[in-house]
């Protein structure tokens, strides 16, 4: 590989707002936003998730390769300008793919997509073979919706269940009658799966072993994932020993500002507090953390943002990659967004998706919904 011909010259940006399809996040007499980080000094849980900005990426190369990236949404333009200022004139050749000269940041994520992008796409291989290699071609994912009135959800699911999805995601806090709901889903939706993420919401052990008691009567919820605090490790662990359900911890690296980091896994199954994981993090950490899960015999998924097609074909890279992620992963948004912004869908057969094809990430941009959908553009060389 050239080394010169491998320096970032360029960094064009478009940010989008790219809204749900109507109806699809939660019942229309609820109202109770997701994006659990504060904005602009508002609270936590106070914005909807697609009313945030997403910030995509074109990184051009000396050569004219070309690496896409995605950010999280609600991105932060000075650090955004400050790293990209950095990185100009830097060769992704000399790069350690595995530890870029980035501080861990919410926008860390984003510039690695477009690194290994480019570095993929000139080596002319898939994204995964960066990581190890595919070990499958197909990637279990799960339905989705937020919160919903018992009346909706059972018909609500069942659509689901006749597309070919055999699990759905819930958000859920202790407003909600997650009994009556798998009551319903049970009814309507036979064989169907679930998973709870109540995001922290069921608060404590003594809100969450009444619920988990009536849950197991009706045998239909897969794991619960976040069911209490966070530092509540000990309590996680009592709530493994007090059911048979298995009990998730979601580390996701892009929440910096809530201080998670990988070595929250380790500790877990040091306190042998989880039966597995949904994990967020890039690339490169992603792949350590699975490699964890999978030394200490533990399953995982690939979590997410609800997100846009470029960060989506990325997660399918990472989770055929891992050998330990075999639940169900949260690769839905293209169910949820009104566009995916790419020029071919991801292949969807519910309840998989298929890995992309091709150099790289192997997608290409739909141009005409990226300007549809554009509501600013920047260019940094």
């Given at each position: 590989m050239d080394i010169n011909a491998k320096t970032i010259v360029r960094f064009d940006y478009e940010e989008v707002i790219v809204p749900a399809h109507p109806g699809v996040i939660n019942s229309e007499s609820l109202n109770k936003p997701l994006h659990m980080l504060p904005v602009a000094g508002k609270r936590a849980w106070s914005v909807q998730f697609d009313e945030l900005p997403k910030l995509i990426l074109r990184m051009t190369l000396k050569d004219g390769t070309v690496g896409l990236a995605e950010f999280y949404r609600d991105h932060n333009w000075s650090i955004i300008e400050n790293i990209s200022s950095m990185l100009l004139g830097q060769s992704i050749a000399e790069m350690p793919l595995q530890d870029l000269p980035i501080a861990l940041c919410r926008e860390y994520d984003g510039f690695e997509c477009a690194i290994w992008d480019a570095y993929a796409k000139s080596l002319d291989v898939p994204l995964h073979r960066l990581l190890g290699g595919a070990v499958r071609s197909h990637v279990k994912i799960s339905a989705w919706s937020s919160h919903r009135t018992v009346s909706e959800i059972g018909p609500w699911v069942r659509q689901y269940r006749e597309q070919g999805f055999d699990c759905i995601k819930?958000?859920?806090?202790?407003?909600?009658?997650?009994?009556?709901?798998?009551?319903?889903?049970?009814?309507?939706?036979?064989?169907?799966?679930?998973?709870?993420?109540?995001?922290?919401?069921?608060?404590?052990?003594?809100?969450?072993?009444?619920?988990?008691?009536?849950?197991?009567?009706?045998?239909?919820?897969?794991?619960?994932?976040?069911?209490?605090?966070?530092?509540?490790?000990?309590?996680?662990?009592?709530?493994?020993?007090?059911?048979?359900?298995?009990?998730?911890?979601?580390?996701?690296?892009?929440?910096?500002?809530?201080?998670?980091?990988?070595?929250?896994?380790?500790?877990?199954?040091?306190?042998?507090?989880?039966?597995?994981?949904?994990?967020?993090?890039?690339?490169?950490?992603?792949?350590?953390?699975?490699?964890?899960?999978?030394?200490?015999?533990?399953?995982?998924?690939?979590?997410?943002?609800?997100?846009?097609?470029?960060?989506?074909?990325?997660?399918?890279?990472?989770?055929?990659?891992?050998?330990?992620?075999?639940?169900?992963?949260?690769?839905?948004?293209?169910?949820?967004?009104?566009?995916?912004?790419?020029?071919?869908?991801?292949?969807?057969?519910?309840?998989?998706?298929?890995?992309?094809?091709?150099p790289g990430l192997g997608i290409e941009l739909d141009e005409e919904a990226v300007r549809r959908f554009k509501v600013s553009e920047r260019t940094i060389r």
């Amino acid at each position: 590989m050239d080394i010169n011909a491998k320096t970032i010259v360029r960094f064009d940006y478009e940010e989008v707002i790219v809204p749900a399809h109507p109806g699809v996040i939660n019942s229309e007499s609820l109202n109770k936003p997701l994006h659990m980080l504060p904005v602009a000094g508002k609270r936590a849980w106070s914005v909807q998730f697609d009313e945030l900005p997403k910030l995509i990426l074109r990184m051009t190369l000396k050569d004219g390769t070309v690496g896409l990236a995605e950010f999280y949404r609600d991105h932060n333009w000075s650090i955004i300008e400050n790293i990209s200022s950095m990185l100009l004139g830097q060769s992704i050749a000399e790069m350690p793919l595995q530890d870029l000269p980035i501080a861990l940041c919410r926008e860390y994520d984003g510039f690695e997509c477009a690194i290994w992008d480019a570095y993929a796409k000139s080596l002319d291989v898939p994204l995964h073979r960066l990581l190890g290699g595919a070990v499958r071609s197909h990637v279990k994912i799960s339905a989705w919706s937020s919160h919903r009135t018992v009346s909706e959800i059972g018909p609500w699911v069942r659509q689901y269940r006749e597309q070919g999805f055999d699990c759905i995601k819930f958000k859920c806090d202790l407003e909600d009658d997650v009994v009556a709901w798998c009551k319903e889903i049970h009814k309507h939706a036979p064989g169907m799966k679930v998973i709870f993420d109540p995001n922290q919401r069921w608060e404590n052990a003594g809100n969450a072993r009444p619920i988990i008691r009536d849950l197991e009567k009706i045998g239909n919820v897969l794991l619960l994932e976040d069911p209490i605090q966070r530092w509540m490790i000990q309590d996680y662990a009592n709530l493994r020993q007090f059911s048979a359900i298995p009990i998730a911890l979601h580390v996701s690296l892009p929440y910096v500002f809530q201080g998670q980091r990988p070595y929250e896994a380790v500790n877990a199954v040091a306190h042998g507090a989880v039966d597995g994981f949904n994990f967020n993090g890039g690339l490169a950490k992603f792949k350590a953390m699975a490699d964890m899960a999978a030394m200490s015999g533990l399953p995982c998924w690939h979590g997410s943002e609800v997100d846009l097609g470029i960060l989506e074909a990325m997660y399918v890279h990472q989770s055929a990659a891992a050998a330990s992620c075999t639940w169900p992963s949260d690769i839905f948004g293209r169910m949820i967004r009104s566009h995916d912004l790419l020029k071919t869908p991801l292949i969807v057969s519910p309840p998989h998706i298929r890995l992309p094809e091709g150099p790289g990430l192997g997608i290409e941009l739909d141009e005409e919904a990226v300007r549809r959908f554009k509501v600013s553009e920047r260019t940094i060389r």
